[in-house]
């Protein structure tokens, strides 16, 4: 399975002590799925300016309540974690739920503690990320004598790579099987997959990921997902977060997303600038998702 033209809902991975909205950080795949989304993301870090529960586990609860809906990270840290055992988890989430995973990846770095928290020197992390995926790929590849290996690797999956760097394009036609975009216009868009498609000699698929809110009232969503994003998130100045995020009425909304589908991005991620997922995912279904442009949903 690879990266299929669709719709994503990304669930927070971000924490309070709300019973219900730490029961909808599993329950809301379900719900997405039986809305008729393609695919369903999870973000991480393990150190950040706001609790955050793992989102590996995150992905092994979607892959137990879910049957078709794919299962995307967006992205994983993977460096920050052994490269042995981060492989094992997830060929063996690959297996478990059919050849669902889509793995997004990339450096990370704003928030260098998470590198000393782990014991990995933050110089090195994108060549810690590059043995990282280089030991994963290897573990489909055919061996030579009694070299171990993973049993069951299952079949490759799809990789994403994120970032905006030259580092990160390198990365693309390295490794991966796209580009996972986050924080760029559309006319980025545009230009980036020309260059890769030009160095590549192929289509390189692009999947945007974007936070986004919708109200009735255009000025309260844009207010409220400025709040979020600048004082519960990021904990900096929100108008650099809000520039390429989504904000408004659903109208608003749709019209904001489908610049990006008609810049080239072949699946749009989405991910509620807010607690209230459950509600943002159900408005969003019921008065999004009918305006936007024809891509494939569901199945």
């Known amino acids: 399975m690879g990266i299929e033209p669709g719709w994503g809902f990304a669930v927070n991975s971000f924490y309070r002590d709300a019973p219900e909205e730490t029961r909808d950080m599993i329950r809301l795949p379900a719900v997405a799925e039986e809305a008729g989304w393609d695919s ?4 991480d870090h393990l150190l950040w300016h706001a609790p955050m529960v793992d989102g590996l586990t995150q992905m092994v609860t979607f892959a137990a309540s879910t049957s078709r809906i794919q299962i995307g ?15 094992r988890i997830l060929t063996s989430l690959n297996v478990l739920s059919e050849d669902r995973l889509i793995l997004g990846v990339g450096v990370g770095g704003e928030n260098p503690a998470e590198f000393d928290f782990s014991g990995v020197p933050y110089e090195r992390r994108g060549k810690v990320l590059d043995e990282s995926l280089e030991f994963l790929i290897s573990q489909w590849e055919e061996r030579k004598g009694e070299e171990p290996r993973i049993e069951p690797a299952g079949d490759p999956f799809p990789i994403l790579i994120g970032g905006r760097s030259d580092a990160a394009r390198r990365r693309i036609k390295r490794f991966g099987a796209g580009w996972l975009a986050a924080f760029v216009s559309p006319d980025r868009i545009r230009a980036e997959q020309e260059r890769l498609n030009e160095e590549t000699g192929t289509e390189v698929p692009i999947v945007y990921h974007a936070y986004m809110r919708s109200d009735k009232d255009g000025a309260r969503a844009h207010a409220e997902a400025a709040d979020f994003l600048g004082n519960t998130v990021y ?10 995020s989504i904000a408004g009425t659903p109208e608003e909304c749709a019209e904001r997303i489908t610049t990006y589908v008609e810049a080239g991005v072949r699946q749009v991620i989405v991910r509620a600038a807010g607690w209230d997922q459950r509600e943002q995912l159900e408005q969003w279904s019921e008065e999004i998702m009918p305006l936007l442009p024809a891509l494939k949903v569901g199945g």
């Open 40 to 43: 369903v993301w999870i973000g």
């Open 73 to 87: 990270s967006a992205i994983l840290l993977l460096g920050l974690r052994h490269p042995t055992v981060a492989a």
């Open 235 to 244: 904990a900096m100045p929100a108008k650099r977060l809000m520039d390429y």
